[in-house]
DNA sequence: GCCCCATTCCGGAAAATTTGCGGCCGGGCA
DNA sequence: TGCCCGGCCGCAAATTTTCCGGAATGGGGC
């Protein structure tokens, strides 16, 4: 994990599809030298994939949500986890300092759907309170995976 | 942008590095037509990039952190936008509904650089007030855009 | 019904890229 | 000095992408 790592890492975060040969000429090396950093980033887990950023406006999700979770008392928190890191819908599940206990970030078709994504917490029986807040717009966001 | 498109999204946001013989065999076209769709795909801005997803701990921003900003009355509001698109640091900066202005997470090396951040932050006169949580673990989490 | 146009698909050839060697070089070490 | 090892290079084979022309498909207009 060197500079030249570390220039690949960012040199790939910006253009997946950039070829060995543009990456080598960036960086100094030949494609075969740069072909094999590259296979030990992605061995290292350095890579953890490659990955296509799609708009998520054009897939039909232009709504972007905040919800702050408290977890009720008696609720199954490996449980939890595993539901939030299964549905599509949720970008970001964090467990966090601070009053609240996690906070979920999810994509949605409509108001409507985030209003449904939270009758679906709350049926589930996880959370004792919660409070959501709506991305007005955007200035900095990373990509967006769609996962169907 | 039927259901064909919207599986190829699919599938690249899974992996970028898929072949366009292999996104046609699941798809049920030929790498000449998968081309054909992907190359429109990009043009119309469905696919705004393809990106490596770099493992944050790998290159030594171990720690995630969500700052909540109001903004100062006098603050210059582009300003303060054109600043944290440009921070590279800075992962995501939404606009929000709420008691806050502004959301923005960030990735650091430390806590102490987590403390500079918002030291640059009131510096530069932007805020009126802000509260930082971070995050204990992270369950999902979009990919992460590795800027230098 | 018929023509025309635009769109999307296909197959195949050419160009580009990746992959898989063997070999070379330089540093560390006994 | 002589050996070993990691990392680099160049080259050739294999794979993939790119770039055509031409064939189906599906409306619109007459």
């Known amino acids: 994990m060197d500079?030249?790592?570390?220039?690949?890492?960012?040199?790939?975060?910006?253009?997946a599809r950039a070829s060995l040969a543009q990456i080598g000429a960036a960086v100094g090396l030949s494609t075969s030298a740069v072909n094999d950093r590259l296979r030990r980033l992605i061995e290292r887990g350095v890579i953890r994939r490659?990955?296509?950023d799609i708009a998520p406006e054009?897939?039909?999700?232009p709504v972007t949500g905040f919800v702050w979770v408290a977890l009720a008392p008696a609720?199954?928190?490996?449980?939890?986890?595993?539901a939030m890191a299964q549905l599509p819908r949720v970008t970001a599940c964090h467990h966090v300092t601070?009053?609240?206990?996690y906070l979920v970030q999810i994509r949605a078709a409509s108001l409507d759907a985030v209003e449904d994504f939270l009758s679906e917490l709350k049926s589930g029986g996880w959370?004792?309170?919660?409070?959501?807040?709506?991305?007005?717009?955007?200035?900095?966001?990373?990509?967006?995976r769609y996962r169907g």
């Open 98 to 101: 601070g009053p609240w206990s």
């Open 75 to 82: 609720a199954d928190e490996g449980a939890f986890r595993a």
């Open 58 to 61: 054009a897939v039909g999700l």
């Open 50 to 52: 490659m990955s296509a």
């Open 127 to 144: 959370i004792a309170r919660s409070e959501t807040m709506l991305a007005l717009s955007t200035v900095v966001e990373p990509p967006f």
């Open 3 to 15: 500079d030249i790592d570390r220039k690949i890492a960012a040199l790939l975060s910006d253009d």
